[in-house]
C-alpha cells in the first residue's frame, strides 16, 4: 500500500487545516487508519485512528476535540480535519494504515511521506 499525504501548509493560531491521505490500494477499505505526527526533538505522536468502516475513532488527549479522522472508502482516502491549531501543533505530519491494531503501538505496516503543518502565534 502507498499512501500518499497532503494538505499541510502554514496557518495562523485559531485556524483551521484538513488534510487528505490517498492509498494506492483497493484493500483500503479493510485496514486501520490513522495520523501521527513529530516535531522537532519530539517522538512521533499518533493523534486519531479509524476503523475500517469509519465508526470507530480515537484520538489523542491533545487533539481531542479539535481534530476530527474520517474515511471515505469509495475515494482510498482518509482525513484529518484540524480546527482551532494551536503553535504547539506544528509538525510533520504523517498517515499510517495497518490490517491489525499495530497502528495504535506505533508500528503499523504502510506509512506516508509526511506533510509538514506550521501554526503561527
Known amino acids: 500500500v502507498q499512501l500518499q499525504a497532503s494538505g499541510g501548509g502554514l496557518v495562523q493560531a485559531g485556524g483551521s487545516l484538513k488534510l487528505s491521505c490517498a492509498a494506492s490500494?483497493?484493500?483500503?477499505?479493510?485496514?486501520?487508519m490513522g495520523w501521527f505526527r513529530q516535531a522537532p526533538g519530539k517522538e512521533r505522536e499518533l493523534l486519531a485512528d479509524?476503523?475500517?468502516?469509519?465508526?470507530?475513532?480515537v484520538y489523542a488527549d491533545s487533539v481531542k476535540g479539535r481534530f476530527t479522522i474520517s474515511r471515505d472508502n469509495a475515494k482510498n482516502t482518509v482525513y484529518l480535519q484540524m480546527n482551532s491549531l494551536k503553535p504547539e501543533d506544528t509538525a510533520v505530519y504523517y498517515c499510517?494504515?495497518?490490517?491489525?491494531?499495530?497502528?495504535?503501538?506505533?508500528?503499523?505496516?504502510?506509512w506516508g511521506q509526511g506533510t509538514q503543518v506550521t501554526v503561527s502565534s
Open positions: 499510517a494504515a495497518d490490517p491489525t491494531n499495530r497502528l495504535r503501538l506505533g508500528v503499523p505496516d504502510y
Open positions: 479509524i476503523n475500517w468502516s469509519g465508526h470507530s475513532t
Open positions: 490500494r483497493r484493500t483500503f477499505s479493510t485496514y486501520i
